[in-house]
Antibody, heavy 117, light 107 residues
Framework: EVQLVESGGGLVKPGGSLKLSCAAS????????MYWVRQTPEKRLEWVAT????????YYPDSVKGRFTISRDNAKNNLYLQMSSLKSEDTAMYYC??????????WGQGTSVTVSS | DIQMNQSPSSLSASLGDTITITCHAS??????LSWYQQKPGNIPKLLIY???NLHTGVPSRFSGSGSGTGFTLTISSLQPEDIATYYC?????????FGAGTKLELK
């Protein structure tokens, strides 16, 4: 059974940093591209980052480029999202998801990030 | 960026109805269109990928069609467990983008 379990969310002040983790199990993690996707309080879904199966390629929207870094440890079956210079508009539930044909076929339960002073 | 316009934003239907949700892309996305279902308090779940491919375990009353810029999600014989918000998402090019969602309610 595919399982994705996020952790690391919390309350952080504007300008602060946070590192999210996603523990993967039930599949060969190193075979898959992975995503981070967030859902805002208004329920809008936003793609945040993509990383290739080997970790060599990463992609970001302009809204987070230069502030967020996606990475992975295939030996530990873990996915990460390092977030810095956080803004109030980064407040959201953050999900990790597995890639299938440019879709997100399995999602974790999410970890909540609140950016507020 | 490719904009994804979903309609309607909300929909009221009766059990047993056939409902259709549409998604229009601002440019050609070939068949790189996915549909997700999110029930209240739950995570999004993949229903359809590559426009018309049913994800594992998804009931056959769900179907998807379209290519290029116009796509539809059809639910035949609406069931109580289908009450949810539905989102489309394009995978043609980065940045990946989602529609704003269609909230399906019971009449």
């Amino acid at each position: 059974e595919v399982q994705l379990v996020e952790s690391g969310g919390g309350l952080v002040k504007p300008g602060g940093s946070l590192k999210l983790s996603c523990a993967a199990s039930g599949f060969t993690f190193s075979d898959y591209y992975m995503y981070w996707v967030r859902q805002t309080p208004e329920k809008r879904l936003e793609w945040v980052a993509t990383i290739s199966d080997g970790g060599s390629y990463t992609y970001y929207p302009d809204s987070v480029k230069g502030r967020f870094t996606i990475s992975r440890d295939n030996a530990k079956n873990n996915l990460y999202l390092q977030m810095s210079s956080l803004k109030s508009e980064d407040t959201a539930m953050y999900y990790c998801a597995r890639s299938l044909a440019r879709a997100m076929d399995y999602w974790g339960q999410g970890t909540s990030v609140t950016v507020s002073s | 960026d490719i904009q994804m316009n979903q309609s309607p934003s909300s929909l009221s239907a009766s059990l047993g109805d056939t409902i259709t949700i549409t998604c229009h892309a601002s440019q050609n996305i070939n068949v790189w269109l996915s549909w997700y279902q999110q029930k209240p308090g739950n995570i999004p779940k993949l229903l359809i990928y590559k426009a018309s491919n049913l994800h594992t375990g998804v009931p056959s009353r769900f179907s998807g069609s379209g290519s290029g810029t116009g796509f539809t999600l059809t639910i035949s014989s609406l069931q109580p467990e289908d009450i949810a918000t539905y989102y489309c998402q394009q995978g043609q090019s980065y940045p990946l983008t989602f529609g704003a969602g269609t909230k399906l309610e019971l009449k």
